[in-house]
C-alpha cells in the first residue's frame, strides 16, 4: 500500500521532519512485551524509504509506560502535536492509531491540525493525507475502533473485578488493623498494640462525641496511631504517627472495622483537562455491600450510629457534640422562622458570660439576613425548670411500667437464643459423631471433618458466649436494684442539676438524652416549643431577654419629668430637681446638664429653645432690632436692670430670650417670670 501512496510525498513534506511516536501502555509491558516496542522502532526504516534522511526521523519515546486513554500528562504526544501545529511535520509515524491515541477527541485533533499543516500520517497498514476525505475517513473509523477496543478492554477488567467483588473474593487494600492471613481471609491484625489503639480511637469517639475530640484525646496523652505503608520499598511496614482528625473520619467512614465487604465507595471522573478526579459516593450507590463478611471492631450498627453522628455534627445539621460553655441548647435550638439550627454566641456583661442564639441566616450558604437572635439566659432557664419537673418518680415509674410490658419480649428474645445455642450444640455433636466414624487412615477425609468438627465447636462457643452476655445485659435492665436506682436518681436530680459543681457538659448530655430539639420564636415574648425523645411535646413562653442597651434605657418616667420640666428650666436646673427628687439615669448615675441634653436629644424632645420661641420671645438680634439700638446696648441694660422687657433665661451659659417690647406683661408664674427670679 505504501508503493501506491508514494506520489503523497512531495519536496514539501521532505523539507520538514518526520517524527516516530513511541508508547506502551504500562512499564510491565515496557519490559515485558519487547517485541512490540521493536516493531515501533522499526517504523524509522519507512520514513527513510519514503526519502527522510536518518538524522532527518526524530523518535519521540517519553510516553513509554503511559496510557493512551487521554493526552494528560503524556509529555510526548503534546510535544508532537506542537511540532505539527507549528508546520515542523511532514510526516507522522505510529505502529497503530493505538499507539498514538486511544481516545477519538485527542485522535480526531490530531487529525485535523495534521490536515491543516499538510503533515502525512504513517501507520502499519500504509500512508494517508489528512486532507483527503478517504484518508481521513479511513483514519477516524481507526480511532473509533481503538476507542472501543480500550472500551471492551476496561470492560471485560471490570466485569470481572465486579463479579469477584460480589462474592466478597476481590482483594481489596486493607485499613490499619486488618490482615490477610495465609488463606486470604481477612482478619484481625496478630499485633496487639495495633489492635488495642484503634479499639481506643472508637472508645474515644463514643466518650467526646467528634473526630476532633478523639484526635485531640490521643495528642493530649502522647499517643500515637499506627499506619501502614502501601507503596515503597517500605511497603507492608508498621509506622506510628500522630492521630489527626481527618484519618479518625476516614476510618469512622470505612465499613471494613464494622466487619462489612464494601465495593465501589469512590468513583473516578474526567475533567475537561483529561485529568481523573475521585469522589466519594453515598452508600446507595455503592456496587457491593456485604455486611458481617469477617470479623470487625465494632457492630454495622454501631458503625451506623457513627455515621450519623458524624453528620449530626457537620455544620447545618441539628445536633453539635457537647462543649464547654453556658449554651444549655447548644446544637438543640431551631430558629422558629426558617427552621435552621441556630448557633451560639457568647458575650461577658457586667462580669457574666452569656449565651446568645443567632440564626446563621436563610440563604443556601448563609448569605442572608440573621432571622432572629436571643440571649439564652432566660430560655435556658425555662429548659433547665422543665427538666426538673418533667424527671419524677412518677414519670419514671411510668416507665418502668412500660419496661414491665416489654419483659415478656425480652423472655421471647432470650427463648430464641436458647434455641440457636441448642441448634449449635447439636451440629457440634454431629460433626464429632461423622468424625469418629471415619478410618483414621484416611487422612484426606479425616483431616476435613476435624477441621468441620473444630469450627462447629468455634461457633457453640460463640454463640453460648453472646447468649450469656444478652441474658447478663437484659438481667441488669430489669433487675430490681436498677429500678431503684433509677428512682433513687429522680429523687437526687434536682440537687445535681442545680448544684454548681455540675459541668455544663454534663448538663448538655442530660439534656440531650430527653430532648430532641427546641424551637424558639421571639416577638414580643419569646416562645418555646420542647420537642421531647419520643415525640412528646411542651410549649413554654418566657418574656423577651432584655438587650443590653434596653438595660441602659432611662425610665420612661424619668422622660416625661424631663419634657415637662423643660418649659421652665435649664438643663442644669431641671438636673438639679432630678436628683432632688431621687431619680437616676440607666446606668444608676446622677444627673447633670450634659446628660439631661442627650436624653433631649435621644428621645427627641422639644428644646427649650423651641418652647420659648412658640411663647412669642425673641432673641437678642430681633429684640435689639425693634428697640432701635445695638445687641450691646440691651445687655447692658437687661443687666443693669433698665431695659424694660422681662428677659428669659435661655441656657445655663448666661443666653436669653425676650418679651416683645410692645406686649402686656406675662402673668404671675409665667416662664418669664420665673425667669427673672433667677
Request: charged content about 35%; hydrophobic content about 35%.
Amino acid at each position: 500500500m505504501i508503493g501506491l501512496k508514494e506520489n503523497l510525498v512531495t519536496a514539501s513534506h521532505l523539507a520538514r521532519k518526520a517524527y516516530l511516536y513511541v508508547r506502551q501502555s504500562t512499564l510491565r509491558q515496557v519490559v515485558m512485551n519487547t517485541e512490540s516496542t521493536q516493531r515501533q522502532y522499526e517504523l524509522k526504516r519507512r520514513a527513510i524509504a519514503l526519502g527522510w534522511s536518518e538524522d532527518r526521523v526524530e523518535v519521540i519515546d517519553d510516553d513509554l509506560g503511559r496510557s493512551g486513554s487521554s493526552a494528560a500528562e503524556r509529555e510526548g504526544f503534546q510535544r508532537l502535536v506542537a511540532e505539527v501545529g507549528m508546520g515542523r511535520a511532514g510526516l507522522v509515524m505510529g505502529l497503530e492509531v493505538s499507539r498514538l491515541a486511544r481516545n477519538s477527541s485527542d485522535w480526531h485533533r490530531l487529525l485535523e491540525i495534521s490536515a491543516l499543516s499538510d503533515t502525512l500520517i504513517l501507520d502499519e497498514d500504509g500512508l494517508y493525507d489528512p486532507r483527503s476525505f478517504n484518508d481521513h475517513l479511513v483514519l477516524g473509523l481507526k480511532g473509533t475502533m481503538s476507542e472501543a477496543e480500550l472500551h471492551q478492554i476496561r470492560a471485560r477488567l471490570m466485569g470481572g473485578m465486579l463479579g469477584k467483588a460480589r462474592r466478597g473474593e476481590l482483594r481489596l487494600r486493607l485499613p490499619v488493623g486488618f490482615v490477610y492471613d495465609a488463606r486470604g481471609a481477612v482478619v484481625l491484625d496478630p499485633d496487639r498494640e495495633v489492635r488495642e489503639s484503634v479499639r481506643l480511637l472508637f472508645a474515644e469517639f463514643r466518650r467526646t462525641g467528634s473526630a476532633h475530640g478523639a484526635a485531640r484525646s490521643f495528642r493530649e496523652r502522647g499517643l500515637l496511631f499506627p499506619t501502614r505503608r502501601h507503596t515503597g520499598p517500605e511497603k507492608g511496614e508498621l509506622r506510628w504517627a500522630p492521630l489527626r482528625a481527618g484519618r479518625v473520619f476516614a476510618i469512622l467512614a470505612n465499613p471494613r472495622y464494622a466487619g462489612a465487604y464494601a465495593y465501589g465507595r469512590r468513583q473516578g471522573r474526567r475533567t475537561p483537562s483529561g485529568a481523573v478526579v475521585v469522589r466519594a459516593v453515598p452508600r446507595e450507590e455503592w456496587k457491593v455491600l456485604i455486611p458481617d463478611a469477617h470479623e470487625g471492631y465494632l457492630s454495622f450498627a454501631d458503625f451506623e450510629e457513627n455515621q450519623r453522628r458524624v453528620q449530626g455534627n457537620a455544620l447545618g445539621e441539628r445536633k453539635y457534640p457537647p462543649r464547654e460553655g453556658p449554651a444549655l441548647l447548644q446544637g438543640l435550638a431551631v430558629c422558629g422562622r426558617c427552621g435552621r439550627k441556630m448557633t451560639v454566641r457568647y458575650q461577658t456583661y457586667r462580669g457574666e458570660t452569656r449565651p446568645v442564639y443567632v440564626c446563621p441566616g436563610n440563604g443556601p450558604d448563609g448569605d442572608r439576613p440573621s432571622c432572629q437572635s436571643l440571649i439564652g439566659v432566660a430560655v435556658d432557664g425555662a429548659v433547665g425548670d422543665l427538666l426538673v419537673e418533667v424527671v419524677t418518680p412518677l414519670a419514671l415509674s411510668v416507665t418502668l411500667a412500660v419496661e414491665e410490658e416489654l419483659r415478656e419480649r425480652v423472655e421471647e428474645a432470650d427463648a430464641l437464643r436458647r434455641k440457636r445455642v441448642e441448634r449449635a450444640d447439636y451440629e457440634a455433636e454431629l460433626a464429632r459423631r461423622r468424625f469418629a466414624r471415619v478410618d483414621p487412615d484416611h487422612r484426606l477425609v479425616a483431616d476435613s471433618l476435624e477441621a468441620d468438627w473444630n469450627e462447629k465447636l468455634r461457633e457453640l462457643r460463640t454463640c453460648r458466649e453472646e447468649y450469656e452476655r444478652r441474658r447478663e445485659e437484659d438481667r441488669r435492665v430489669l433487675s430490681e436494684e436498677a429500678r431503684a436506682q433509677i428512682l433513687g436518681l429522680a429523687t437526687d436530680f434536682p440537687r445535681v442539676w442545680r448544684s454548681p459543681e455540675t459541668p455544663a457538659r454534663e448538663r448538655k448530655r442530660i439534656v440531650r438524652l430527653l430532648i430532641e430539639d427546641v424551637t424558639l420564636v421571639k416577638g414580643e415574648q419569646v416562645d418555646l416549643h420542647v420537642r421531647f425523645r419520643g415525640g412528646a411535646t411542651r410549649s413554654l413562653t418566657v418574656p423577651r431577654p432584655r438587650l443590653p442597651w434596653e438595660d441602659r434605657r432611662v425610665d420612661p418616667e424619668v422622660v416625661r419629668e424631663i419634657d415637662r420640666l423643660l418649659g421652665d428650666h435649664t438643663h442644669a436646673e431641671v438636673a438639679e430637681l432630678l436628683n432632688a427628687r431621687g431619680y437616676v439615669s440607666g446606668t444608676g448615675q446622677a444627673f447633670h446638664a450634659d446628660r439631661v441634653g442627650k436624653i433631649v436629644r435621644a428621645y427627641r424632645l422639644k428644646t427649650r429653645y423651641a418652647r420659648l420661641r412658640e411663647a412669642g420671645l425673641l432673641t437678642l438680634k430681633e429684640v435689639a432690632k425693634k428697640l432701635g439700638v445695638c445687641r450691646a446696648t440691651v445687655k447692658l441694660r437687661r443687666a443693669q436692670g433698665r431695659l424694660g422687657l422681662r428677659a428669659v433665661r435661655l441656657d445655663d451659659v448666661g443666653r436669653y430670650l425676650y418679651e416683645e417690647p410692645d406686649g402686656t406683661p406675662p402673668e404671675a408664674g409665667h416662664l418669664s417670670t420665673r425667669a427673672e427670679e433667677v
